[in-house]
């Protein structure tokens, strides 16, 4: 899905007026409509106080539909303006005197100085106070306000977006932001609700569809987009009922050291599961015992060292490297890895250690080919890109990075953010249960086994981040979040891949 820009929404709003020849206020009407819609079919005419707080501009006139709208069908409903400004937009006026028209009396104005109302804490709060239009930080008095809207208890309900977050860079002040329970956005999701910083400003979101104009929905590109189960089926690719394993090509797992073995099994053994038609690991020697007999499936080639990667040579011809996984950081290593990247050409995707390799030697990174994918934490992109300002400066700086060396970096974290120079990539799959040991070696086999199989870099990057949340998912409801291991993860890839593929339980029922 994707994620549009606060531009290029009001564009879309330009022209969906245009092409669908109806007014401004009457896309307002539409989507308030909506809200109103949302919160009727779930309150079926319950009389739960509903403080509708406005600001003065269009998501203020969105409030004061909505408003009307509740009061029309006999909700227990107070409105509120938060006179934040003296420029009120013409379709907030437009819409103040219809609720007036409809209720008799004007909403009640909230200025400086005066009190909130009483709110109870089973009552509703509606916030509309500010939309995507927000432009500098709320004066104090205003921040006081939505402090009492948070601390009141009650559960609140964000037209948009939580008034107070700005679509492109973080709020001055926390305390400047409404904490919604629920966030309904029109049309689009916003980038805000996926990064770790603004996030968490909106316990769930959901989008409503305003019926902005199609075309240009579909034809204008974006910088971000959001990855769910719709967007990777297209990826997907089927099995032929000739193919054999060659078909699905040779990843060959390079890391490993005294004591860091399992990194390279669980890399191994994902990127097998991912369905890799051939895997090589490539450890030091101590490596090899524990290698063949937790992994039979694989093939094994040693270091001439025991204890490290001193030297990475090998006589295969594998179609994608997964790298660095356990194989430390000491001079051997490093030599070893600028050794083989001088000669290399293959499809590389480099994790953990050889990152921090890397970052400690950036001419290391001209040498890799275009459209490496990089799996780094956020501990290891700092190294990588630098020290960031927030979460904004963060993707910018990854994107520069990027482009800089054409590579594809993904970024783990919640929502799991794949960078590529032209577009970024939100993953919706994951949980908490993954942050466990060996989870990141995990997706860097999810990659390599998918890239080995004939997915080009970018399609099994954003696809393998997206089977190893859902594989993550699913490994949840046997174990809870804190039980979970990475084994479980690897364990659940073929359900995923099932998954993919089932119907939503409604249709089935349906069917039946
Ligand atoms: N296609 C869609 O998605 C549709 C979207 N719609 C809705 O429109 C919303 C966007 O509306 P918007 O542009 O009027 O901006 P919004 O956020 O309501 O208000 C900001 C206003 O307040 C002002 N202001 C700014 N910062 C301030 C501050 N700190 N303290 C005080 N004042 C401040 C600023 O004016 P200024 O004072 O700068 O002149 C500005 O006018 C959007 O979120 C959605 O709810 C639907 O109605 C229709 C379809
Ligand atoms: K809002």
Redesign the pocket.
């Known amino acids: 899905m994707k994620i549009f820009s606060a531009a290029q929404?009001?564009e879309?709003?330009k022209i969906?007026t245009e092409r669908q020849g109806i007014s401004?206020i009457e896309?307002?009407e539409r989507?308030?409509t909506q809200v109103f819609n949302w919160m009727h079919q779930r309150m079926q005419g319950a009389q739960v106080k509903i403080h509708v707080f406005c600001?003065?501009?269009?998501?203020?006139?969105?409030g004061l539909v909505l408003a009307r709208h509740l009061y029309q069908h006999g909700y227990n409903v107070d409105t509120y303006v938060v006179n934040?400004?003296d420029?009120r937009?013409k379709?907030?006026l437009v819409n103040y005197d219809r609720i007036k028209a409809e209720t008799k009396s004007w909403p009640t104005l909230i200025k400086k100085g005066d009190e909130l109302p009483e709110i109870g804490k089973d009552d509703i709060i509606v916030d509309?106070i500010?939309?995507?239009?927000?432009?500098?930080?709320?004066?104090d008095w205003?921040i006081t306000i939505m402090q009492g809207l948070n601390n009141a208890g009650a559960y609140i309900v964000s037209?948009?977006?939580p008034s107070g977050l700005f679509s492109d860079k973080l709020p001055e002040k926390p305390e400047a932001v409404i904490r919604a329970g629920y966030t309904l956005s029109?049309?689009t999701p916003k980038l805000i609700f996926f990064l770790p910083q603004t996030g968490h400003y909106t316990e769930q979101w959901e989008i409503l569809d305003?019926g902005?104009d199609r075309q240009y929905l579909v034809e204008t590109q974006t910088a971000a987009e959001l990855i769910g189960k719709h967007e990777v089926l297209p990826i997907y690719q089927p099995r032929e009922k000739f193919d054999h394993k060659g078909t699905y090509g040779h990843s060959l797992i390079i890391g490993g050291s005294h004591g860091k073995i399992g990194a390279v099994q669980l890399a191994s053994r994902a990127a097998l599961t991912a369905g890799a038609g051939l895997v090589t690991a490539y450890v030091p020697g101590c490596g090899y015992h524990s290698m063949q007999t937790a992994l039979p499936e694989a093939m094994v080639l040693t270091d001439s060292s025991e204890e490290e990667i001193t030297q990475i040579k090998f006589k295969i011809d594998p179609t994608v490297i997964g790298l660095g996984m356990g194989m430390g950081t000491g001079k051997k290593a490093k030599i070893a890895l600028e050794v083989f990247l001088k000669d290399n050409r293959k499809p590389l995707v480099i994790d953990a250690d050889a990152l921090n390799i890397m970052a400690a030697d950036k001419t290391l990174l001209e040498l890799l080919p275009e459209n490496t994918v990089l799996t780094p934490h956020p501990g290891e992109l700092e190294r990588l890109v630098g020290k960031w300002e927030d979460d904004f400066d963060k993707l910018e700086r990854t994107k520069a990075f990027a482009a800089k060396y054409k590579l594809i970096v993904t970024i783990k974290g919640a929502n799991t953010i794949t960078v590529h120079p032209e577009k970024i990539y939100i993953n919706v799959t994951g949980n908490p249960g993954m942050a466990t040991a060996g989870s990141g070696d995990v997706l860097t086999g999810i990659i390599t086994g998918l890239i080995s199989q004939g997915y080009d870099p970018l399609q099994a990057t954003v696809f393998g981040v997206y089977l190893h949340g859902t594989a993550g998912d699913l490994a949840l409801e046997g174990r809870g979040y804190q039980a979970m291991i990475a084994g479980d993860i690897i364990n659940h890839i073929g359900k995923a891949y099932v998954a993919l593929f089932k119907q939503p339980e409604q249709e089935q029922q349906q069917e039946e």
Do not use: E, H, W
Not at 55 to 62: F, K, R, V, W
């Open positions: 929404i009001y879309a709003d969906t401004s896309l307002m989507a308030a600001g003065i501009g269009n998501n203020g006139g969105d934040c400004s420029k937009s379709n907030f509309a500010f939309g995507i239009g927000i432009n500098r930080c709320p004066d205003v037209v948009d977006i029109f049309q305003i902005l």
